[in-house]
């Protein structure tokens, strides 16, 4: 058994009791979010506890991140919600299936390395918007079944229960690292509610958890081009939200362990766990940032916490939903508001005045579009998007141009910086094309041709070279831009002095 368990974790040891007890933490935190979030989607709360367990299950055994922690998540409800009203369940696991189809696909293709791309300030604006979402979702058990802030008694002793647990998972590493905080912390309040007999709202009162085994159910509609195009739309987000969502994550989950997970590998397991979570009737999910958080942080680093997480929450919808449903909420509030404050970056905060200008509205930004929409695809798209304009605006001032004539009467321009669509304007203004003399050498030895535009305005200025019958040659070209102008010589007619 321990051959098998080295082999899913990469031959790394294994802390055996501290990735059960970590595992049986996650479960008991599973239970809630993925009822609320099938309740968000409008489904019923089985449909998410199956994604719960097959999305942690698959994922686990096959990602691309031991540790990390997947299940039905909010940004997945919030897509699939529309569809769901207008279609029905059915639609939802064809869309699901589809989205884990195209999320292999990007797995194969390599696409993970895309993340590459996304700036630190957008991470931090992505998961600070995750924490303050995560902690305003813990707002709603302060709320009476009507909505009503609660007020007097139930008030202070619900507060006074959350409190007490942050307390614990606060204090006890403190003392000892032996048991898993999080859950002393549950196990502590469900004692003393249940010793002193507290009438306070517990996990069965948001829905009932008891079911069987995950049935398996090929998505009951037609298969037919009208189909794919109602479904699709809803595939494509849900692939790239969830791939967006836990890469991120297994980004951040990287910086905590000081370790590399494997993005390609990740996508391709994201896949295959929505695949089987549409055929197994679950809705379809992702990287649970506060769960896998809550593994981090109790000191699980393999995949057997996540298994264990899996096979457990199976346990509870089969066996144990009658002890599970007793479990007070305000254990996994505390729980849950002391994830969002170990997910913010505070680094953020205390080096704010440090940032270039351009960096804080960027993290701004991504931070407030994901809080208020709760769409994080969107917000990292914004994030990386204004980031990349910026970046050209830089660079595109930075174009510069040193002049100097030889003893031969020859004028050089020795170009520095990248010449592309965002400085060829700069880069026009460098030349006094009616004054030079009879031959001009442009020198790229600092310099690179970049992209179409870039070839473009070079076709011009030697255009406007030869209209007053000056020759004009190019020199120290990087490879690159050598190649680029010599894919384009059917179109542009530039001298390439080697």
Same mark, same amino acid.
């Not at 639609?91 to 700036?119: D, E, N, S, W």
């Given at each position: 058994?321990?051959?098998?368990?080295?082999l899913?974790d990469?031959?790394?040891?294994?802390?055996?009791?501290?990735?059960?007890?970590?595992?049986?933490?996650?479960?008991?935190?599973?239970?809630?979010e993925?009822v609320?979030?099938?309740?968000?989607?409008? *489904?019923?709360p089985?449909?998410?506890?199956?994604?719960a367990? !097959?999305m %942690?299950?698959?994922t =686990?055994l096959? @990602? &691309?991140? $031991?540790?990390?922690?997947?299940?039905a998540?909010?940004?997945?409800?919030?897509?699939?919600?529309?569809?769901?009203?207008?279609?029905?369940?059915?639609?939802?696991?064809?869309?699901v299936?589809?989205?884990?189809?195209?999320?292999?696909?990007?797995g194969?293709?390599?696409?993970?390395?895309?993340?590459r791309?996304?700036?630190?300030?957008?991470?931090?604006g992505?998961v600070?918007?995750l924490?303050i979402i995560i902690?305003?979702?813990?707002?709603d058990?302060f709320?009476?079944?009507?909505?009503?802030?609660?007020?007097g008694?139930?008030?202070?002793?619900?507060?006074?229960?959350?409190l007490?647990?942050?307390?614990?998972?606060w204090?006890?590493?403190?003392?000892t690292?032996a048991?898993?905080?999080?859950?002393?912390?549950?196990?502590?309040?469900? *004692?003393?509610v249940?010793a002193?007999?507290?009438?306070?709202? !517990?996990? %069965?009162d948001?829905? =009932?958890?008891? @079911? &069987?085994f $995950?049935p398996?159910?090929?998505p009951?509609?037609p298969?037919?081009?009208?189909t794919l195009?109602?479904?699709?739309p809803?595939?494509?987000?849900?692939a790239g939200?969830?791939?967006?969502?836990?890469?991120?994550t297994?980004?951040?989950?990287?910086?905590?362990?000081?370790?590399?997970?494997?993005?390609?590998?990740?996508?391709?397991?994201?896949g295959?766990?929505n695949v089987t979570?549409?055929l197994f009737?679950g809705m379809?999910?992702c990287?649970m940032?506060?769960?896998?958080?809550i593994?981090?942080?109790n000191?699980?680093?393999a995949r057997?916490?996540g298994?264990?997480a899996s096979?457990?929450?199976?346990?509870?919808?089969m066996?144990g939903s009658?002890?599970?449903?007793?479990?007070?909420?305000?254990?996994l509030?505390g729980?849950m508001?002391?994830v969002?404050?170990?997910?913010?970056?505070?680094?953020s905060?205390?080096?704010?005045?440090?940032?270039?200008?351009?960096?804080?509205i960027?993290?701004l930004?991504v931070?407030?579009?994901?809080?208020?929409?709760?769409?994080?695809?969107?917000?990292?798209l914004?994030?990386?998007?204004?980031a990349a304009?910026?970046?050209a605006?830089d660079?595109a001032?930075?174009?510069?141009?040193?002049?100097?004539?030889d003893?031969?009467g020859?004028?050089?321009?020795?170009?520095?910086?990248?010449?592309f669509?965002?400085?060829?304007?700069?880069f026009?203004?460098?030349?006094?094309?009616?004054?030079?003399?009879?031959?001009?050498i442009?020198?790229?030895?600092?310099s690179?041709?970049?992209?179409m535009?870039a070839?473009?305005a070079?076709n011009?200025?030697?255009?406007?070279?030869?209209?007053?019958?000056?020759?004009?040659?190019?020199?120290?070209?990087?490879?690159g831009?050598?190649?680029?102008?010599l894919?384009?010589d059917k179109?542009?007619n530039?001298?390439v002095r080697?």
């Amino acid at each position: 058994m321990k051959q098998i368990f080295r082999l899913f974790d990469f031959k790394q040891a294994v802390d055996y009791k501290t990735e059960i007890l970590s595992g049986l933490t996650v479960a008991i935190a599973l239970v809630p979010e993925a009822v609320a979030f099938a309740l968000i989607a409008g *489904l019923a709360p089985l449909v998410g506890l199956y994604a719960a367990f !097959t999305m %942690g299950l698959v994922t =686990s055994l096959l @990602g &691309g991140r $031991p540790g990390m922690i997947s299940g039905a998540t909010g940004a997945v409800a919030v897509v699939i919600v529309s569809l769901a009203q207008s279609h029905g369940v059915e639609y939802v696991f064809g869309a699901v299936v589809l989205a884990g189809l195209l999320q292999i696909l990007a797995g194969l293709l390599r696409l993970g390395k895309l993340m590459r791309l996304v700036p630190l300030p957008v991470v931090y604006g992505f998961v600070n918007g995750l924490a303050i979402i995560i902690f305003l979702s813990q707002l709603d058990q302060f709320k009476d079944a009507s909505g009503a802030w609660l007020t007097g008694v139930p008030l202070y002793m619900l507060l006074g229960l959350v409190l007490l647990t942050m307390g614990i998972i606060w204090g006890l590493p403190r003392l000892t690292k032996a048991f898993p905080a999080s859950l002393a912390a549950i196990i502590a309040i469900f *004692l003393l509610v249940t010793a002193l007999g507290l009438d306070t709202k !517990t996990v %069965g009162d948001i829905a =009932s958890i008891n @079911g &069987g085994f $995950p049935p398996f159910h090929i998505p009951d509609f037609p298969f037919t081009w009208e189909t794919l195009g109602i479904i699709f739309p809803y595939s494509a987000i849900v692939a790239g939200v969830g791939l967006i969502e836990s890469l991120l994550t297994l980004e951040l989950i990287d910086e905590i362990t000081e370790s590399r997970g494997r993005t390609n590998k990740e996508a391709v397991a994201q896949g295959i766990a929505n695949v089987t979570s549409g055929l197994f009737s679950g809705m379809g999910g992702c990287a649970m940032i506060g769960q896998s958080l809550i593994n981090i942080s109790n000191g699980a680093r393999a995949r057997l916490s996540g298994i264990v997480a899996s096979v457990a929450l199976l346990g509870f919808i089969m066996f144990g939903s009658s002890l599970i449903e007793q479990l007070p909420m305000a254990a996994l509030t505390g729980l849950m508001i002391m994830v969002s404050i170990g997910t913010f970056e505070w680094v953020s905060v205390r080096i704010f005045n440090k940032y270039p200008l351009s960096d804080i509205i960027v993290m701004l930004l991504v931070m407030g579009v994901t809080v208020l929409l709760h769409n994080l695809a969107l917000a990292v798209l914004i994030g990386v998007v204004i980031a990349a304009l910026v970046f050209a605006w830089d660079n595109a001032r930075r174009i510069r141009a040193r002049k100097r004539t030889d003893e031969n009467g020859v004028k050089h321009y020795e170009i520095y910086g990248p010449l592309f669509f965002g400085s060829i304007k700069t880069f026009h203004e460098k030349f006094d094309v009616a004054g030079d003399p009879e031959e001009v050498i442009i020198d790229f030895r600092e310099s690179r041709i970049a992209d179409m535009s870039a070839i473009e305005a070079v076709n011009r200025l030697t255009e406007r070279y030869h209209k007053v019958n000056k020759k004009v040659y190019l020199t120290n070209l990087s490879s690159g831009s050598h190649k680029l102008l010599l894919k384009a010589d059917k179109v542009i007619n530039v001298n390439v002095r080697e």
